[in-house]
């Protein structure tokens, strides 16, 4: 799911494509892809486009008449910039968004269609995609802690609840919690002051370098690989490789279709965590620390 440095990569990516333009029509593919039908997604045609923000991982297109275009990506969605009136590609094509210099091209692979775009009228109307979540990048060291003391999860859970951090995902939280070096079971309501400040400042640096270099890569050109696997990533999507701080192996935990990559030398002390799965196959045989990995 494209996360925080990938939706401002966007942004970054569509403002001088997009705001002071107007739309030439709206064309959509997908049959589930539209949520709303009041306004009529064809009332857009001739409105100018004067800003876009981000709200959480959705894009919201701001209009001239108090409208919003509210596009959230889900997991598999991704955005195409093609020349005007470009086709929408046939088998993972939703929409496009038509201006007079270009086409805002719509996709989502797979076969779980959940990406969805809704025009509403009036910012009010906003309220009902926000999800409460805390967002890192403007929020104190004190807030920090607050949120992520509210309930009891893993680190893990809370890092990616939009209800108390906005804009996170599984990738960016596995890279956050290896530069905090913290263990991503990890209880978020015990955590002491000294790792929630570390943990706070690694949202902050890792989001904010990640952010800057996405945005960096599409100063000229809009983004075409937005991914959640780079090879830059310490540890998401690493198992098996050596972690690039201390070299133990990466290790993961997989749970549903979810997967949380970790390096066991800089946060579990050497401890290898229990995967739901394998572990229970394993029984015994599940190595316990690096020792019993490596033996």
């Not at 959230?72 to 007079?100: C, N, Q, S, T």
């Amino acid at each position: 799911m494209p996360e925080l440095p990938d939706i401002e990569a966007y942004l970054a990516a569509l403002r001088p494509r997009a705001v002071g333009n107007e739309i030439q029509s709206i064309r959509i593919a997908g049959i589930a892809f539209l949520k709303s039908f009041d306004p009529p997604i064809d009332d857009t045609r001739g409105a100018k486009i004067t800003g876009l923000r981000r709200m959480g991982k959705r894009i919201v297109f701001e209009l001239n008449d108090d409208r919003f275009l509210v596009l959230h990506l889900m997991v598999a969605g991704r955005l195409l910039w093609k020349d005007p009136g470009a086709k929408v590609p046939g088998k993972i094509g939703l929409g496009a968004i038509d201006f007079e210099g270009g086409s805002l091209i719509i996709t989502e692979a797979g076969t779980k269609k959940r990406a969805s775009l809704y025009l509403v009228a009036g910012e009010e109307s906003l309220t009902q995609f926000e999800r409460g979540g805390l967002e890192v990048m403007t929020a104190s060291a004190q807030e920090f802690a607050k949120a992520l003391r509210r309930e009891r999860h893993t680190l893990k859970r809370a890092l990616t609840d939009p209800t108390i951090f906005s804009g996170i995902g599984g990738a960016f939280s596995d890279e956050i919690m290896h530069r905090a070096k913290l263990s991503p079971m990890a209880r978020s309501d015990t955590l002491n002051d000294e790792a929630a400040q570390r943990l706070f400042n690694a949202v902050r640096d890792v989001l904010g370098e990640w952010t800057d270099r996405l945005s960096t890569e599409v100063e000229d050109e809009f983004p075409t690989k937005v991914t959640a696997f780079r090879p830059e990533m310490a540890v998401h999507g690493k198992f098996g490789e050596p972690c690039p701080v201390c070299d133990a192996p990466v290790q993961r935990i997989v749970y549903a279709s979810n997967e949380t990559n970790y390096c066991p030398g800089c946060q579990t002390e050497g401890r290898i965590l229990a995967d739901r799965s394998l572990s229970r196959i394993l029984k015994d045989d599940w190595p316990k620390s690096l020792e019993e990995l490596e033996g």
